[in-house]
């Protein structure tokens, strides 16, 4: 079965300081990977994914994350926070049920960048 | 065009109300779901619809029927519902022929009184 684990419920990282958001993943076959930010009382927005191709995956607002296969890993990037980074963060990993796609979600990471 | 649009934004209703949630795209995806989130969980799939058909349905009660008229417009039928059904519904979109990511929508937040 598909499955999206994030470790930490919550990172906390000073304005200015690298950040990373841990994902690994279970899946059978070729990995659909994503990461999603969410803003209070919004939807999901979009942020990065990986399909195929480099490992290293650039996406929106400066973030990027890092394909790691052998670690089963596709941990969230970005290399000086903002205090507006503050959000709540989905990886997510597209899976097949009943043969349609559907995604996956990890749990969420809350990630506070303080000034 | 790469919106999906959501209305209402906020909804307040009573256990006996009926109500509807609309969720509309113009960006040709043949593929729409409904999502239910809790505050701070993650989305739970609740239905997904493939070429205006009714592809999964996560065991979600019949106090929920989802709709899909056309391949634009995605809407969530709700009556009798429970104040547990209290949530933020969300909609999304993607292209079945893509390797494409899910777009989605603002949400409805529902409150059940």
């Known amino acids: 079965a598909q499955s999206v684990a994030q470790p930490e419920d919550q990172v906390n990282v000073a304005e200015g300081n690298p950040l990373t958001v841990k994902c690994t993943y279970s899946?059978?076959?070729?990995?659909?990977l994503f990461w999603y930010v969410q803003y209070p009382n919004r939807g999901l927005q979009f942020l990065l994914k990986y399909i195929t191709g480099d490992n290293l995956v650039k996406g929106s607002y400066g973030f990027e994350a890092e394909f790691n296969k052998s670690q089963t890993s596709f941990h969230l990037k970005k290399p000086s926070a903002l205090v507006s980074d503050s959000a709540l963060y989905f990886c997510?990993?597209?899976?097949?049920?009943?043969?349609?796609?559907?995604?996956?979600f990890g749990a969420g990471t809350r990630l506070a960048v303080h000034p | 065009d790469t919106e999906v649009t959501q209305t209402p934004k906020h909804l307040v209703m009573g256990m006996t109300n009926k109500k509807s949630l609309k969720c509309e795209q113009h960006m040709g995806h043949r593929a729409m779901y409904w999502y239910k989130q809790k505050a701070k969980k993650p989305p739970e799939l609740m239905f997904v619809y493939s070429y205006e058909k009714l592809s999964i349905n996560e065991s979600v009660p019949s106090r929920f029927s989802p709709e899909c008229p056309n391949s634009s417009l995605l809407n969530l039928h709700l009556h009798a519902l429970q104040p547990e059904d209290s949530a933020l519904y969300l909609c999304?979109?993607?292209?079945?022929?893509?390797?494409?990511?899910?777009?989605f929508g603002q949400g409805t937040r529902l409150t059940v009184v």
């Open positions: 997510a990993v597209r899976g097949i049920s009943g043969g349609y796609n559907k995604l996956i």
């Open positions: 899946v059978s076959g070729n990995p659909y």
């Open positions: 999304a979109s993607v292209s079945r022929t893509k390797n494409t990511e899910a777009f």
